[in-house]
């Protein structure tokens, strides 16, 4: 990264910073981002960038082509917000009852704006195209899938990717990166136990359903426990069981619904199958009939080798080799990965968080912040690395 590009950068930051708290106060929800996507279209035609809008329902695409032809990069941000009371006192809020941007997507979004201004300004020294992804609906984990439906990554066809998520688990201004798999796949699960109801006293005369629940809950387990290599980091949790409504009656069934997480496919695909084949026995053993559905969300996020050590070099040099650190893998999800199936891609972390002013709460909390100080560091490293990718293109 050159000082006149770091300087520019800074320049740019108290916009940057401004856009990114007018983003906040508005939140919306994933396939509702109209307002943000069109301050993102507004913002990239301004900045001279060719705009395409309603790909994939309410995502946006950016296209900057260079001075000459060569590779095409393609940047993603995720632009939808959760649906979390915010709770923070901050002059910038969120003005929508119920919906707040609690992961970051706020900044990414506005980080990518300004990437593009960066970008747009240094196309003669450019030797192929960028295009900028504004993905709706991360998460609920289908907004990727949708644009890659309606031909995001063509036209021209996207050589390789880049993300970046702010990240609350890293101080403010490091760089995590890894190669290899680093964000998990998700599942959700839903689980229906199904007995036969009765009198809470007369429990002879019923199937009761809540212990056959139980003994489900404790036997999944065992595929973590008992049938998972301690070598391969998997999560299955059962975070919620809902059945009956009064002491004294025994209901007729019980629902379950948790989450699977896994960086192998392969080993996903197995203890989906393995989960159905516990409820299975014990509905079996104990006499109750079940219904079992995995909503499969999305696949492993894995950093292609190649575009990572991209990243690594030229954060390096922009933000200091003692910045830019291995990250520890994550449990989290994030359809980027349908991306990055498609070309080979970079979820790249920024840390953002920054205890001595109370910014540290984690994701998808309704206190979530993060400190400002990231974004600026998010361009950089985004910038640096089209410019070496297309420089070399």
């Known amino acids: ?59 946006v695409v950016g296209l900057l082509t260079g001075k000459a032809e060569g590779k095409t990069m393609a940047l993603r941000a995720d632009i939808d917000a959760l649906p979390i009371d915010e709770e923070s006192d901050s002059e910038y809020r969120s003005k929508t009852p119920g919906v707040m941007h609690a992961c970051g997507h706020d900044g990414h979004t506005a980080v990518l704006l ?113 049938e998972t290599s301690p070598m391969d980091p998997v999560v299955f949790t059962i975070g919620s069981i809902q059945g009956g409504s009064a002491f004294n009656v025994i209901p007729s069934s019980v629902k379950m619904a948790g989450t699977l997480r896994a960086y192998d496919m392969a080993l996903r695909d197995r203890l989906v199958e393995r989960a159905e084949e516990i409820v299975r026995g014990v509905c079996l053993a104990l006499r109750c009939e079940y219904d079992f559905e995995a909503r499969f969300a999305c696949p492993p996020v894995v950093n292609d080798p190649g575009v990572t050590e991209l990243v690594r070099r030229t954060a390096e040099r922009s933000q200091g080799a003692d910045r830019v650190i291995e990250v520890a893998q994550s449990t989290a999800g994030d359809d980027v990965a349908y991306f990055f199936n498609e070309a080979p891609g970079c979820h790249i972390m920024i840390g953002s968080s920054n205890p001595a002013r109370g910014l540290d709460r984690p994701h998808h909390h309704p206190r979530f912040d993060f400190d400002e100080g990231a974004l600026p560091v998010a361009v950089e490293v985004l910038a640096g690395a089209v410019m070496e990718y297309l420089a070399d293109s």
């Open 114 to 226: 300004t990437t593009a201004r960066v970008l747009a300004q240094h196309r003669d020294s450019l030797n192929g195209s960028v295009k900028f992804v504004f993905q709706p609906a991360e998460e609920t984990a289908t907004g990727a899938e949708r644009m890659i439906a309606a031909g995001v990554m063509k036209s021209p066809t996207v050589d390789a990717m880049m993300s970046v998520h702010l990240w609350n688990y890293l101080p403010v201004g490091e760089v995590g990166l890894r190669a290899g798999p680093i964000w998990a796949s998700a599942d959700e699960i839903r689980i229906t136990i199904k007995g036969r109801g009765g009198h809470g006293a007369m429990p002879h005369q019923t199937i009761d359903p809540i212990p056959v629940a139980a003994h489900v809950v404790l036997a999944l387990e065992n595929l973590v426990a008992r």
């Open 1 to 59: 990264m050159t000082p006149d590009l770091k300087e520019e950068i800074a320049r740019l930051t108290p916009g940057l910073i401004e856009l990114r708290r007018d983003l906040h106060r508005h939140p919306e929800l994933a396939f509702q981002e109209h307002r943000t996507a069109e301050i993102v279209a507004d913002q990239l035609r301004d900045a001279g960038i060719a705009v395409t809008t309603g790909v994939g329902d309410t995502g």
